[in-house]
């Protein structure tokens, strides 16, 4: 199959790729600044902006489209809103889908669309979903919770966010996540691309820990979690919303509000059992590990089993544990 990766060169994008590739299909990574040396050898990289409202020439000669293009959620930057990038996009999409011959389209969605909590986010996402769902084409939806991993954006968001020793956090922190690791998560896109039976369904998916952000965040950062209580976050993010400088504001505070775990186990239909499932503490490297990476020292990743914090020594796809270094550049976007 030739595979046309909207979003490609991302963060979801560039493992998607890779998964793709090693199952033998052709695989174009679109995106406004693909750079190639950051993609799977292969993959061929086409500057694309999905605002544009003929895509016609770039989806030509592809049997599938997989949309992973994202704008960080707190972003409204000038001429780059939600609606624009995630609906816009996704019409533009399917339009020069239907039109081109493509026959199978994949959508990454979000977890908590139909929540009810209303964020520019949501809102788009969920136009999203409902083009696509009124396409003519074979569709599959994803609606991931948060995902963790190399170059992955959650993880940066909460160390910017978060001080040492004391973490306030609205609420204490009570909102659950089900964090899911990226090269798990994108083995099922590459299913849902190529068999018929996922066509027309939508999959909620998460990972094997529901956790509270205030227990994510201690994985994270050292420290003890100051509740800030949810009426004062209230007013503070809505003094904030203004300033674009300043990562959070009102939507935030609403997604805040968001149970970001799943309802139904969407994992039976792949075949997947969640206990095979990377668990997020085994992904975050401790900071005496980060220090010692930092200093070239050599670096023992241990599993633990005390329920603190753990860090793995099992390898990463590449066969080695990777340490915070190693990792590539991340954006600074977080989302829901
Ligand atoms: N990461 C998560 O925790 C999470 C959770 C739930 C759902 N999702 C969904 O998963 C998908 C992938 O997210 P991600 O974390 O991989 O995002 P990401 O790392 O920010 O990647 C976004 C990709 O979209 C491209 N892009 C942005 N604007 C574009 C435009 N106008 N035209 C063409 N390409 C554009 C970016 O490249 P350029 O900047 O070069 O254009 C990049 O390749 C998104 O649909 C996101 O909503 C992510």
């Known amino acids: ?13 560039r493992s998607v790729c890779r998964v793709l590739v090693d199952r033998g299909h052709g695989v174009t990574a679109a995106s406004r600044t693909p750079d190639p040396s950051e993609l799977p050898a292969d993959v061929e990289a086409v500057s694309v902006d999905v605002t544009d409202p003929d895509l016609d020439d770039a989806v030509a000669g ?14 409204q930057a000038r001429g780059r809103s939600h609606e624009s ?3 816009d996009g996704t019409r533009h999409l399917v339009a020069a889908s239907e039109r081109t011959g493509v026959d199978r389209f994949v959508q990454l969605s979000g977890l908590g669309v139909d929540s009810g909590v209303e964020t520019a986010y949501f809102k788009a996402k969920r136009r999203a979903e409902r083009i696509v769902r009124e396409s003519s084409l074979e569709w599959v939806i994803f609606r991931p919770s948060v995902i963790f991993g190399d170059g992955c954006a959650f993880v940066p968001f909460l160390e910017r966010l978060a001080p040492p020793l004391v973490i306030p956090l609205p609420g204490g922190g009570r909102t659950p996540l089900q964090p899911i690791w990226v090269e798990d998560l994108t083995p099922l896109i590459a299913d849902g691309l190529a068999e018929d039976r996922h066509v027309g369904n939508a999959y909620e998916i998460g990972g094997p820990e529901r956790l509270t952000l205030a227990e994510i965040v201690t994985r994270v950062r050292d420290g003890v979690v100051v509740p800030i209580p949810m009426a004062l976050t209230a007013v503070l993010a809505t003094l904030v919303d203004p300033l674009p400088w300043i990562p959070v504001g009102r939507d935030q505070y609403r997604a805040l509000t968001l149970e970001n775990t799943t309802r139904n186990d969407a994992l039976a239909a792949f075949d997947v ?7 997020f503490s085994a992904d975050v490297p401790s ?4 220090s010692a990476a930092a200093s070239s020292e050599p670096v023992r990743r241990e599993r633990r089993t005390d329920g603190k914090r753990h860090t793995s020594a099992e390898p990463h796809t590449d066969g080695e544990p990777h340490t915070r270094s190693e990792r590539p550049e991340r954006d600074s976007g977080v989302r829901p």
Not at 1 to 13: E, H, I, L, R
Not at 273 to 279: N, Y
Not at 287 to 290: A, K, R, S, V
Request: net charge negative.
């Open 85 to 87: 990038v995630h609906a």
């Open 287 to 290: 900071e005496g590990e980060i």
């Open 1 to 13: 199959m030739n595979v046309f990766v909207a979003g490609g060169s991302g963060f979801v994008g």
């Open 62 to 75: 592809h049997d599938a489209v997989v949309n992973l293009v994202a704008l960080p959620s707190h972003v």
């Open 273 to 279: 059992d969640p206990d095979s499932l990377r668990p």
